[in-house]
């Protein structure tokens, strides 16, 4: 049994087929695309790869593009199915107002960090952070609950937003310093401490609200340019979403006594 999962965040599509929907299965072929280009996707990259028994993304760029993937899919007889967060699933409950308006990527991912905590023991309260397009930091307690979390602009769109509301202020390439002496550093520097202010802010709330302290994972393609400037240390995993398409595959399988 072959399986594919799919993130189709707001940039790109990233995929990987596996030859198990299960944690820990092996990995056959995988790749990513910019969403300009997924509609190659039949011709080219999936063109050479064994046809998928099942599969299951998390997609959050519309309906538009979930239609475009759907269509590169003819190719295999396989039925499309992608998670929409609920409120509960995988031993993770959902404590969003309106469960089902929670990103299935925040959703997916949370899941896949939680099996991680799991795997190495004891249960603790555990903050996520997923460095994409946007930045989101989940707050989980140690029972499992969702409590909540945050979302920012990524590191992008911070500084396309300073360069079209500021008069000849221009997107630099700058660095990360204590104290920037240049526009270019001291926009670099401040979207980035903007991000690890909120982080930490979180973690504070997260570390009263359970009396212990979390463990604290990052995940996201941008997640090694923010993974220096935390004041906590982060485990920096970038399969997550994966990772928790593989749990979340395995759940439905049990369920439906298809395993």
Request: glycine residues 10%.
């Amino acid at each position: 049994m072959t399986f594919l999962a799919l993130d189709v965040g707001n940039t790109r599509l990233k995929w990987t087929l596996y030859d198990g929907p299960e944690p820990g299965a092996r990995v056959l072929a995988q790749g990513a695309e910019f969403l300009e280009q997924i509609d190659s996707l039949a011709e080219n990259a999936w063109a050479r790869l064994p046809e998928p028994t099942r599969m299951l993304g998390c997609i959050v760029a519309g309906q538009a593009v979930k239609h475009r993937v759907q269509e590169q899919m003819e190719i295999w007889d396989v039925e499309p199915r992608w998670v929409v967060a609920s409120e509960a699933e995988a031993g993770l409950s959902n404590g969003y107002d309106f469960p089902p308006r929670l990103g299935a990527d925040r959703w997916v991912a949370m899941i896949g960090a939680r099996h991680h905590m799991l795997r190495r023991g004891r249960e603790r309260p555990l903050l996520l952070v997923m460095v994409g397009t946007a930045v989101t930091v989940e707050a989980i307690d140690h029972h499992g609950r969702f409590l909540g979390g945050l979302i920012l602009p990524g590191h992008g769109i911070m500084l396309r937003a300073l360069e079209s509301g500021t008069a000849g202020l221009h997107v630099p390439t700058g660095d990360v310093v204590e104290f920037p002496t240049n526009t270019s550093d001291a926009l670099t520097s401040g979207g980035t401490f903007a991000i690890a202010g909120a982080c930490e802010r979180m973690y504070q709330n997260l570390f009263r609200h359970c009396n212990a302290q979390p463990l604290c994972l990052m995940t996201g393609g941008a997640g090694w340019k923010m993974l220096p400037s935390m004041t906590r240390p982060y485990e920096l995993i970038d399969s997550l979403i994966f990772d928790g398409l593989l749990v979340i595959a395995r759940e439905r399988e049990l369920l439906n006594g298809t395993a």
